[in-house]
Nanobody, 121 residues
Framework: VQLQASGGGLVQPGGSLRLSCVAS????????MGWWRQAPGKERERVSC??????????NYADSVKGRSTISRDNAKNTVYLQMHSLKSEDVGVYYC?????????????WGQGTLVTVSS
């Protein structure tokens, strides 16, 4: 399992950012991919998840980002995106993408390297 995350950076409060995660080395069927973040001094938390390979697309979001974020996938590119809007200081952290064995992102089988998001004026 190889996951390459990118798209982090410095953004002003209220700004937007799109994170990307390219997957390789495994088959994206009946599984999930998601984004987790780890803020300084805090535990890693799941931000969003999208199912892969099922007939219907299932997504979920943490309450902290619901309404401000959209997770999507491009099957042809083996890529999952997280579009984030109205960024706040609370969104600061290292964002990791992960592949899971289930469509609800409950069991992780591999992590990407993380991409840092900083929100500051």
């Amino acid at each position: 399992v190889q996951l390459q995350a990118s798209g982090g950076g410095l953004v002003q409060p209220g700004g937007s950012l799109r994170l990307s995660c390219v997957a390789s080395g495994f088959t994206l069927d009946y599984s999930g991919m998601g984004w987790w973040r780890q803020a300084p001094g805090k535990e890693r938390e799941r931000v969003s998840c999208i199912s892969i390979g099922y007939s219907d697309v299932r997504t979920n979001y943490a309450d902290s980002v619901k309404g401000r974020s959209t997770i999507s996938r491009d099957n042809a590119k083996n890529t999952v995106y997280l579009q984030m809007h109205s960024l706040k200081s609370e969104d600061v952290g290292v964002y990791y993408c992960a592949s899971t064995i289930d469509g609800q992102c409950r069991v992780v089988r591999g992590w990407g390297q993380g991409t840092l998001v900083t929100v500051s004026s």
